[in-house]
C-alpha cells in the first residue's frame, strides 16, 4: 500500500517534481484547429439565459418558501432554493473562473465573484486553486483539489455531502484572510500580487454574514441564515454527488486526463445545475471550450475516449466499489478500456511497465 | 541583430486566428486579427510551458488554452490571471502576400 500525502506544502510536491509528474506534456487528442476554434467560439446569449433562468428560479423557491411558511410546503421550496445556492453556484463559480462561460468579460467577473460568496471560496485563492488543478490533476501533494483522498475514509465523505469539512474550510480561510494573513498551501500557488485583494473580499464578507446573523437575531427568524450561508451546507448536495463522479475512483499521478476523468451522461436538470461539467474528461482536456459547446466537443473525441457513463446510476455503479477498495488499498483504481480507434494511455513516469 | 524573416504567407492565418512559427530554437506566433492586422508575440505562455498558438484569437488578443490566461497581442501586455509577465512581441510587415518578422 502506497501512503499518500496530500499537503501541498509536504514532501510529496517535491517528489511529484522529481519524478517527473509536473509537466505539460499530457495528453491532447489531435484535433482539427478549424474544429477546434470553432468550438472555442464564444457567445453570451446561452450564459445569459441560463443566469436569467438561475436568478429568477432562486427568487422565486426563496419567496415562495417564506410566503407559506411555516407551512411543510416551504420545505421543498427552500430544498430547492439550497441547491440552486449551493451547487449550481459552483458550476457558475467554475466556468466564470475560467472565463469561458460569457463572451463579454465583466459578466463572467460579476458572476464569478457572486458565485464565490455563496460557496466561500476566496476569488482569488481559488482562481489559483483551480489553475493548479488544471495544471497537475490528481498528482498527489500538487493538486489543491483532490475532492476524496485515499484511503478513503467513509465518515469524511458524508459529511462532505451535507459540506460540513468545506464550509469549516471556507469559514476558517475567510476568517484568517480577514486578518491579513494567508495559509501556508495558499503561498505555494496563489501570486502574492492578490494576497490584499483576498484580505479585502474576505472582510466584505464577514461584514455581510454578521449583518445576515445580525437580522435573523433581530427578527427572531431562520429566514436570513437560510438565504444566505445555510444553503452553501443544505443545498450542496448535488455538487457533490456529480462531483465526485469527476475524478472517483480513477487513476493519479497520470498525464492523460482519460485515465484521472470521468464523463457520464446525466438528465437535463442536473446538467443544468452542473453547466454540463459531467463532460469532464472533455473539458480537462481542453479547458477553453464554453460549457454549451462541450456536448458538441463529446461528439468529435468519442473515438478517442473511453465510453461514457450512461446515467449517474451507472457512474456510481462504476464508482462505488472502487472507493471501497480504496478505503483498505489506495493503490486500487479503474482502468477503463479504450474503443480500438483510440491513442493509446499516456501514463506518464509512474506508469507499471506491464501497463499498457 | 535582429532582422527581417519571411515568417509565412498572409492566408497561411486565418481570420481571428494564430499559427505557430518556429525559427531557431524559438517558438512564436503569428496572430492575424478581425481587422486583418498581423502581430508576432513569443509562442510560449509566460504562465507555463504552453503553446499559445492553440489559443484562442479575439479581436487582437490571445487566450492561453490551458488556464485562459488573455494577452494583448499588439503590446504583449497580460490582461487576466494567472500569468504576470507580459509577452515579448517583435515588429510585422506585410509585402506582397508575405508576412515578414524582425528578431
Ligand atoms: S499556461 Fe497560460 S495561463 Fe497558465
Known amino acids: 500500500m502506497t501512503f499518500r500525502d496530500y499537503n501541498l506544502t509536504g514532501p510529496a510536491n517535491a517528489r511529484a517534481i522529481a519524478s517527473g509528474l509536473v509537466t505539460e506534456s499530457w495528453y491532447r487528442t489531435p484535433i482539427d484547429r478549424k474544429v477546434m476554434k470553432a468550438l472555442m467560439k464564444r457567445s453570451d446569449h446561452p450564459a445569459t439565459r441560463d443566469t436569467i433562468i438561475l436568478v429568477v428560479l432562486m427568487i422565486a423557491f426563496a419567496v415562495g418558501a417564506i410566503v407559506v411558511m411555516p407551512s411543510w410546503w416551504a420545505l421543498p421550496l427552500w430544498l430547492a432554493y439550497g441547491v440552486l445556492y449551493g451547487s449550481a453556484m459552483d458550476s457558475r463559480w467554475h466556468e466564470c473562473g475560467h472565463g469561458t462561460a460569457f463572451k463579454t468579460r465583466w459578466k463572467n467577473t460579476v458572476v464569478y465573484h457572486i458565485a464565490c460568496f455563496c460557496m466561500i471560496r476566496d476569488p482569488y485563492c481559488w482562481k489559483y486553486s483551480h489553475v493548479r488543478h488544471h495544471s497537475d490533476t490528481i498528482i498527489v501533494g500538487r493538486d489543491p483539489e483532490v475532492a476524496i483522498m485515499r484511503p478513503v475514509v467513509v465518515v469524511k465523505m458524508i459529511l462532505n455531502l451535507f459540506g460540513v469539512l468545506d464550509t469549516i474550510d471556507g469559514v476558517k480561510r475567510m476568517v484568517i484572510h480577514a486578518t491579513g494573513r494567508m495559509l501556508d498551501d495558499e503561498q505555494d500557488y496563489v501570486d502574492p500580487v492578490f494576497f490584499p485583494k483576498t484580505y479585502r473580499t474576505a472582510r466584505v464578507w464577514m461584514m455581510i454574514y454578521i449583518v445576515t446573523g445580525a437580522a435573523a437575531i433581530t427578527l427572531q427568524s431562520w429566514v436570513p441564515l437560510l438565504l444566505i450561508g445555510l444553503p452553501r451546507l443544505y443545498g450542496c448536495w448535488h455538487m457533490v454527488l456529480v462531483g465526485w463522479l469527476q475524478h472517483g475512483g480513477l487513476a493519479d499521478n497520470v498525464l492523460d486526463h482519460r485515465l484521472n476523468c470521468r464523463t457520464v451522461y446525466m438528465n437535463p436538470i442536473s446538467r443544468f445545475i452542473y453547466w454540463n461539467m459531467n463532460y469532464h474528461v472533455e473539458h480537462h482536456m481542453f479547458p477553453l471550450v464554453p460549457y454549451y459547446r462541450l456536448p458538441e466537443l463529446h461528439e468529435v473525441c468519442k473515438f478517442d475516449f473511453p465510453a461514457p457513463n450512461r446515467s449517474i446510476l451507472d457512474g456510481y455503479r462504476e464508482m462505488l466499489p472502487a472507493l471501497w477498495a480504496q478505503r483498505k488499498d489506495p493503490d486500487f483504481h479503474l482502468r477503463r478500456g479504450l474503443p480500438t480507434t483510440a491513442h493509446p494511455y499516456h501514463n506518464g513516469p509512474l506508469a507499471e511497465p506491464q501497463l499498457s | ?103
Open chain 2, 1 to 103: 541583430m535582429a532582422q527581417w524573416i519571411d515568417a509565412c504567407s498572409v492566408d497561411d492565418v486565418d481570420e481571428e486566428d494564430v499559427i505557430r512559427f518556429d525559427h531557431g530554437d524559438r517558438t512564436f506566433i503569428i496572430v492575424r486579427d478581425h481587422e486583418d492586422n498581423y502581430y508576432c508575440t513569443d509562442g510560449m505562455c509566460t504562465h507555463e510551458d504552453v503553446h499559445l498558438a492553440d489559443g484562442l484569437v479575439v479581436e487582437a488578443t490571445i487566450e492561453c488554452p490551458k488556464h485562459s490566461s488573455i494577452f494583448d497581442c499588439t503590446t504583449g501586455e497580460v490582461e487576466t490571471p494567472p500569468a504576470c509577465e507580459n509577452l515579448c512581441t517583435y515588429p510585422t510587415k506585410v509585402e506582397g502576400d508575405r508576412v515578414f518578422v524582425e528578431i
